[in-house]
């Protein structure tokens, strides 16, 4: 008997050649900004306003511009650290854990999915910073020589842990996905018309020349930095988790904190993913490049990390329970019954009950439903992180001390105004830089001769400038050969 | 050989030789000027390079240093030496002996005077804050004729010719306890003749008066065995609660060897500090009070039987049963009330134990003399009127016809510290100086004396009161000399006058005996209160607060107005307290505003739920809601003594009101919003005397935790490694039986360590600065044994409401100087680290504020600089002090003023351990125990917190914990094992237990 394997649905569809390719992508680039841009950017601005002002608000007053008080020393402002955090998540899994399992269907995403990480790295950066009452002396978390002799940085604050992983996390990925913008950068510069994009280009590049040593290079180092990566993701919201972990908070001393938190973030990190390639594909018309397929398998991912996350909340309970500890069995029945409840309920609603209907082949594939679900999914774990910190901190040890917390409007715009900061840079991106890796997309195209492109003269004009590859082009060269019988 | 440059070397010529070996060439001017007054060019650069240099030098403003050295340094004054002299805080309520901590010539902190046989080294909370009170920038600065300022010789000359003329003369006071003073007022009674000195007190004892004779009885509550309390706070308020206090809690703290504690029972409306220590509270409408005394007379006094049924039935037979070991004490005005009191205390032959000693002079107001006044006044009677620290306009109840009389009086002068509601209306203010500024005598019980000495020369123009009248009365000599004179008698040689002066008390009487009064017979008293017409309607009582007392004079004293309510936890305001019932039934909720009108007039005010409180009454509390306080105390809650009943020339601290809400909601800043304790008893444990006498060890519940070696006590347990003391460990013993929850350590801590005031907003936001608080938790109805029957979630429900007439709990918490501290782990940039003698540091400079170190806190006692209060402009009000150079004379000069943004708390008066181990090294030797004591431990009225080396075997500390070792000693959350510093000792109940489940047998 001999087992013959399915046809594979090709990756990209639409019949696309390689020129197609350059072309689809590089139009975004070098054509005028189209409105629907624009007016998107003006939201964005708008928002980058009230995060200035908010800032200003914070910085130039105090602290006590927000909400919080001696009870609850922390609520959005960590909240939103994590969670933006944790959106970055998707973006190194996608680009590093992706890459090493040689899953192709990243191929369209991971770029945008890369510099989501990025932004949303630096728009949780930004929390660490502001929730300093002195942010102008931040740079002592870092160990710096100084002439204080013992004084140093505390190696056992999860806090200092944080300033490594994220800063590490941050450069990492930056680095990663510059990197792979390199050869997308030359193609650019290569059919820059205008001297200031040539020039621009041309320093973004790097000198590039796609020479078979360069190429080799390239993907040598996209391995080593996927192999980096790929305990960051782990790494970094481990480490996020033990800020609450390490502490003596009831709800918070948690040891299943780290998966969860883990889990969690990628959970998160593809719902933010989805939300954004939703709308990318739409705008940018790159339907062929985001397949429906791509969106089911992102589906997929966070149905299973919002399982995980499930069982978490879970486990969380038994523990309570199996301890026999009264202060962790209160915080979690005061999580689901107190004054905070209906903050747990939307969190197991939108994180728990709501991923569930993708067991639904109709809802998996349906575009609507799957963005209103990625933003479902965002919300849930923004009210994940709101629920660790705020309930649990709001009613600890001494019922004197009890509070509760409640939002001052510059918590509301500092976290709406890192929307703001979030879009902005994301709108930015995908005006200036190839928001698809053209190079990796061209390895994935389908290419062969019963359903594949076929030459077609009317169609392209510089037919010749790409020879489909064969023999005597770089081994690495954009091209796949698909082995049929 | 020889070579020479040019000719000129050669020839040597004398103007050659002139500068050939100057290292520069002489300059010529290219333009020789024969002109001597043109200047030339160099010299031109040279004057215009020092002009400008001058110039901008001079612009370079030097910043303006202040700090000016003594050009004759005085004898006493070392720059950062704090001198301690011995004074005597009385403003009309409460008396303290004091020692006054004066740093560089100027009074920092208040402590109380150990030398004091009556408040022996206890300190209430308005004399803690008192300090503040001399750099009120809201005083008048100076004399002044109709609001504007005035020469004071003016103001004397106009004075003294008014005065001549001036027919009925009235000087209006407060109760004056000094001797020198009453002999003043008499020389100025003696020069015009038709004046008279009426006293009345905003917190009237008047009725107590009338049945005693005319004086307050010298009470001992150290002797009662039963102690019957008839509405009277004697903790908080009534009369003299620093020596009470001191007094109760001899006989009501217990060890191994002293297994008795008298018996409380408490009957009164409003849950005040007294009933919430209660062993018994009974909580009775104001109406009822009457019945009560005559419940208790009639068993105690006539032998009819007692009604054990009920609760006064009971109480009355224990009264009895206690013979002359029982006490009653009533707090009400109605004469036959007290008249009854004073039968049933004779009854119980207690003449020679609780109420036999001398009598105390703090009270000596005369209701019907003050009404009488009133309507003199109204009537055109008077002449002059002189207002004498007495702001009847504001405190009195009858204070609208107060004002209407000022406006027919001739001559009113107000001699008053400020314009405030009635010296404003006065013609002449004569501001007397503040007591730190002034000499001044007391004898608060007769046979004491004490002394008051000024430690810093007037602020303002002021002058002594006492001057002023001794001035206008035609004599010159200063307050001083007229007081030592006075005083020959009692300090006849210099050496015993600087004694009395260095301890600031002696024994000794000097006030002339205290007019007698006629009360009326017990049993007329009987029958009135029986024949009592019963009130329908809501009962309205007025109490007083230990904050701010009723007369409302601490009102511009932030300290005091942002001290939460021993009971409510309530700051900046007052507030309609309302029991839950009554509150359910008319549908308010917390904050709701109503608006309560007796007399025909009314108050608009938020209402406070508060357990405890009859229901079918109200309360609301003096001494808010002035207007001409001063920028901090202005329009702070509402003023409530016109509600109060006056009737036949007596007040009523009662009344029936009207309530109707107005739909209207103001927020209560409350320091606590949780009200019970939840059943968690690792927080704070409590006991009965019964289960105390039984066996010691089983008062307190040790929690254990599970090892593979069975179950441990938590600290046999660590990943840690200890902390090594080698020299030093400072530790705390807190004896929750003897706490009464006064609150006079919040401002005592306030005031030594620079803590901000933050106003009521922020207050409401839950960021008040106090490092030390004081947890106070009512008895709820549900437990936790209902969790089987119930359900958890709906016992933890319940657990939440308190009981309708709970029992409370007071646990002052402060940082407990964990030996494994979880904020010092967390701190990213070592802010907060440990000490070598175990103390848990703040480092104020390197930290960044990221707060997970009171996240961490399981005390909850880390307080963050959310703003910069002291630049601030929203602060500027309620934190004045640390905006002028005024205010910020009382800042603690060892204690930095924290900037924004940074953590702070408790440091165990670091500042004070550092002084006390300096001086015990400059004598080369160790420190000695009770040398070194933190603000809070100083001047606790029932010596409740013991500060101490636990390294030194025989410090007060070690002993105590040694001995209650396995008994009563316990750490708050021992089970998380962050081992503090601080141990309490289990609160032991001399009544049935009603916070915790019954226990379960095992």
Known sequence: MQHVSAIREPLVTGGKTLHDVTQDICYQVEAKPNLRWMAALSVALFFLGVFFYSVYRTVWYGIGEWGLNKTVNWAWDITNFVWWVG??????????????????????????????????????????????????????????????????????????????????????????????????????????????????????????????????????????????????????????????????????????????????????????????????????????????????????????????????????????????????????????????????????????ITPQLVWFRRVRYSIGLTFILSIIVNIGMWFERFVIIVTSLHRDYLPSSWAMFSPSIIDIGLYVGTLGLFFTLFLLFAKFFPVINMAEVKTILKYTVDNGPTYNPEKAAHAHAHQPAIHGAPASAPVTYNQHD | ???????????????????????????????????????????????????????????????????????????????????????????????????????????????????????????????????????????????????????????????????????????????????????????????????????????????????????????????????????????????????????????????????????????????????????????????????AALTIYNHVVNGAGADTKTAIGKAAAELKAAGSAGLIVSGSNDPAVQTLVTAI????????????????????????????????????????????????????????????????????????????????????????????????????????????????????????????????????????????????????????????????????????????????????????????????????????????????????????????????????????AVPRKMAIEQKWEQGDVLKVTANGYSIELPVLIQPGQTNGTVSIALGYGRTLAGKAGDKVGENAAPLAMTANGGIQYQNVVTLEKTGATSPIAQTQTHQTLMDRRPVVQESTLAQYVKDPKKVTEYEKIATPDGLEAPNKVSLWQDYQYNNHHWGMAIDLNSCIGCGSCVVGCQTENNTAVVGKQQVINRREMHWMRIDRYYSSDAHKSDFDTKGKVATYAAMEDPSENPQVIFQPMMCQQCNHAPCE???????????????????????IGTRYCANNCPYKVRRFNWFSYYSNEKFEVVNGHMFTDLGRMVLNPDVTVRARGVMEKCSFCVQRIQLGKLEAKKQKRRPKDGEIVTACAQSCPTEAIVFGDMKDPNSRISQLLRREDGERAFHSLDSINVQPNVTYLTKIRNAESEFFAPEVEA
């Open chain 2, 345 to 576: 205390n004779q009854a119980l032959g207690n003449g020679g134990t609780t109420t036999g000693g001398a009598p105390s002079n703090l009270r000596q107001g005369d209701d019907a003399r003050m009404t009488a006044l009133v309507n003199d006044m109204n009537a055109g009677a008077i002449g002059a009127v002189i207002f004498y620290n007495a702001n009847p306009v504001y405190n009195h109840p009858l204070g609208a016809k107060v004002k209407s009389g000022i406006a027919k009086v001739g001559l009113t002068i107000s001699l008053n510290d400020r314009l405030d509601e009635t010296g404003s209306l006065c013609q002449y203010a004569a501001p007397d100086s503040h007591w730190l500024e002034s000499w001044n005598d007391f004898e608060p019980k007769r046979g004491y004396l004490s002394l008051a000495q000024p430690v810093i020369t007037p602020l303002f123009a002021t002058r002594q009161a006492q001057e002023s009248l001794l001035h206008w009365a035609g004599n010159n000599t200063t307050y001083y000399k007229y007081l030592r004179a006075n005083w020959r008698a009692v300090t006849p040689t210099d050496a015993a006058w600087d004694k009395a002066v260095h301890d600031g008390v002696m024994m000794g009487s000097a006030l002339p005996a205290a007019p007698a009064m006629t009360g009326m017979s017990a049993a007329a008293a009987a029958s009135q209160l029986g024949a009592g017409a019963k009130a329908s309607g809501v009962e309205l009582a007025l109490y007083e607060k230990g904050g701010l007392s009723a007369a409302g004079t601490e009102a511009n004293n932030p300290f005091l107005q942002e001290l939460p309510d021993a009971i409510s936890k309530a700051t900046w305001g007052n507030y309609v």
């Open chain 2, 825 to 847: 782990t967390v701190c990213p940039v070592l802010a907060t680290t440990h000490s070598s003698e175990g103390l848990n540091q703040m480092t104020y400079n390197r930290c």
């Open chain 1, 87 to 352: 959106i970055g998540h998707a973006g190194t899994l996608i680009s590093a854990v992706l890459l090493l399992f040689r899953q192709k269907w990243r191929s369209s995403i991971n770029r945008a999915a890369e510099a989501m990480t990025i932004f949303a790295v630096i728009c949780a950066a930004m929390f660490p910073v502001l929730h300093m009452g002195r942010p102008w002396l931040a740079f002592y978390v870092f160990p710096f020589q100084n002439t204080l002799g013992s004084l140093w940085a505390n190696f056992n604050s999860p806090l200092l842990w944080d300033v490594f992983a994220i800063s590490t996390y941050f450069t990492v990925s930056l680095v990663f996905w510059y990197i792979g913008l390199i050869p997308d950068f030359a193609s650019i510069r290569d059919r820059a018309k205008g001297p200031i994009a040539k020039f621009s280009y041309s320093m973004l590049s790097f000198g590039w020349k796609g020479s078979a040593k360069a190429w080799s290079r390239y993907e040598t180092v996209s391995l080593i930095l996927a192999g980096v990566s790929t305990p960051l993701v782990l790494s970094v919201h481990t480490i996020v988790s033990m800020d609450f972990a390490t502490s003596v908070v009831p709800g918070w001393h948690t040891t299943i904190f780290p998966p969860y938190f883990v889990a969690g973030a990628i959970f998160s990190g593809f719902a933010m993913v989805l939300t954004l390639m939703l709308i990318t594909r739409v705008v940018f018309r790159l339907e062929d490049y985001i397949t429906l397929e791509h969106i089911a398998l992102m589906n997929k991912i966070m149905m299973v990390t919002g399982s995980i996350v499930g069982v978490a909340y879970i486990t969380e309970f038994f523990i309570a329970w199996y301890s026999q500890v009264e202060f962790e069995q209160y915080a979690f029945i005061n999580r689901a019954t107190g004054p905070y409840w209906w903050s747990y309920a939307a969190m197991m609603t939108c994180n728990v």
């Open chain 2, 1 to 291: 050989m020889k070579y020479w440059k040019g000719i000129e070397e050669l020839e040597s010529a004398p103007e050659f030789m002139q500068s050939a070996f100057a290292e520069f060439m002489p300059v010529k001017e290219s333009h020789e000027s024969s002109d001597a007054t043109s200047a030339p060019r160099r010299d031109f650069l040279k004057l215009m390079g020092f002009g400008v240099g001058a110039a901008v030098l001079a612009s370079c403003e030097t910043p303006v240093k202040k700090a000016i050295p003594y050009l004759n340094k005085p004898e006493e004054v070392d720059p950062a030496i704090s001198n301690f002299y011995a004074s005597t805080y009385f403003t009309g309520a409460d008396y303290n002996a004091v020692l006054v901590k004066a740093r560089d010539g100027r009074p920092i902190k208040l402590e109380g005077n150990p030398e004091s046989p009556i408040t022996k080294g206890g300190l209430s909370a308005r004399a803690q804050a008192a300090v503040l009170s001399l750099y009120d920038g809201g005083r008048l600065q100076h004399f002044a004729i109709k609001g504007k300022q005035a020469d004071m010789k003016q103001v004397d000359r106009e004075i003294r010719e008014k005065l001549a003329g001036a027919g009925r003369i009235a000087i209006v006071s407060h109760t004056i306890i000094s001797p020198s003073t009453k002999k003043a007022i008499a020389e100025f009674t003696g020069r015009y003749p038709n004046t008279t000195h009426v006293m009345y007190d905003a917190h009237s004892a008047s009725a107590l008066l009338q049945a005693n004779g005319g004086v307050v009885p010298g009470y001992d509550f150290s002797k009662a065995n039963v102690i019957v309390s008839l509405g009277a706070d004697f903790l908080g308020t009534w009369i003299s609660p620093v020596e009470y206090a001191k007094q109760y809690i001899v006989n009501r703290k217990v060890s191994r060897d002293k297994k008795t504690m008298s018996r409380h029972i408490q009957i009164e409306t409003a849950l005040s500090l007294s009933g919430s220590n209660a062993d018994v509270r009974i909580p009775v409408k104001p109406s009822e009070m009457g019945a």
